[in-house]
C-alpha cells in the first residue's frame, strides 16, 4: 500500500457521460497529481494542486477538470466522455511543490481503470 | 517527438540472468532521472532517483547509471527474478518545461522460469 488511495479501482460508463474520479494523498503530502495512461503508452501529466490551488497544467482537455478540497483529497472530473478517454488514471502525491521536481518523495496510487463504451 | 525513448520495447529473459534496459533522453536542462517499476495495473514504485551530477544509484539487485553528456541512462538487474517482471519506465524531470515530469514509453520485462 503506498498510502495514495485512488476511488474507483474500475469504472465503465458510456460514451457522453461524465465521472468523477477520486485520490487521497498520502498522509502529509500537500501536492496532488494527475496522470493519463492509454493503452501502451506512457503516462502523460495531466494537472497538479498543491494545498487546495492549482499549481501547473499539463495536456489536460478542456473537458476534464480537477479540484482539491480543503483536506487535500482531490477529485477529477471528466465529461462529455469519449472512447479515447479510455484509459488509466493514476494519482501521486508529493509533500513539496517545486513544480513537479521533487527529490524528497513522489507516491503513485494504484489508478483507476476508466473504460468508455 | 518523444523526449524520452526507451529500448527495448520489450525483453523475455530467464530466471537468475542479467539485463540491462536503456534510457535516451533529449530534455535538456534537466533536473533528475528517475526509473520506475510498474506492475500489471499497479500504480509506478520509485526505483532510484538521479540528479545531473550523479552516474549511478544502486537500490539491491537495481542499479541505475547516468551519462549526462550522452544524455543516457541504464538500468541493469541482477540476478533476476519472476517477480521482476513488470514496465520499467525512464521519467525525467524537465526544467524547460517547469520541472514537469516526462515519462517515457517503458520497457516490458518478462521473466520466466
Known amino acids: 500500500d503506498s498510502g495514495v488511495t485512488q476511488t474507483p479501482k474500475h469504472l465503465i460508463t458510456a460514451t457522453g457521460q461524465r465521472v468523477t474520479l477520486r485520490c487521497s494523498p498520502r498522509s502529509g503530502d500537500l501536492s496532488v497529481y494527475w496522470y493519463q495512461q492509454s493503452l501502451d503508452q506512457g503516462l502523460q501529466f495531466l494537472i497538479q494542486?498543491?494545498?487546495?490551488?492549482?499549481?501547473a497544467k499539463g495536456n489536460i482537455l478542456e473537458r476534464f477538470s480537477a479540484q482539491q478540497f480543503p483536506d487535500l483529497h482531490s477529485e477529477l472530473n471528466l465529461s462529455s466522455l469519449e472512447l479515447g478517454d479510455s484509459a488509466l488514471y493514476f494519482c501521486?502525491?508529493?509533500?513539496?511543490?517545486?513544480?513537479?521536481?521533487?527529490?524528497?518523495?513522489?507516491?503513485f496510487g494504484s489508478g483507476t481503470r476508466l473504460t468508455v463504451v | 517527438k518523444n523526449q524520452v525513448e526507451q529500448s527495448p520495447q520489450s525483453l523475455i529473459i530467464l530466471e537468475g540472468k542479467n539485463c540491462t534496459l536503456q534510457?535516451?533522453?533529449?530534455?535538456?536542462?534537466?533536473?533528475?532521472l528517475r526509473w520506475y517499476k510498474q506492475d500489471t495495473g499497479r500504480g509506478p514504485v520509485s526505483l532510484t532517483i538521479m540528479t545531473f551530477s550523479e552516474n549511478t544509484k544502486s537500490n539491491g539487485r537495481y542499479t541505475a547509471t547516468l551519462d549526462a553528456d550522452t544524455k543516457q541512462s541504464s538500468l541493469h538487474i541482477t540476478a533476476s527474478q519472476l517477480s521482476d517482471s513488470a514496465s520499467y519506465i525512464c521519467?525525467?524531470?524537465?526544467?524547460?518545461?517547469?520541472?514537469?515530469?516526462?515519462f517515457g514509453a517503458g520497457t516490458i520485462l518478462r521473466v520466466k522460469s
Open positions: 521519467v525525467v524531470s524537465a526544467r524547460e518545461y517547469g520541472n514537469k515530469l516526462v
Open positions: 534510457c535516451n533522453y533529449t530534455v535538456s536542462p534537466f533536473s533528475n
Open positions: 501521486a502525491s508529493s509533500a513539496h511543490n517545486t513544480g513537479q521536481d521533487n527529490n524528497y518523495g513522489y507516491t
Open positions: 494542486y498543491y494545498n487546495g490551488e492549482e499549481r
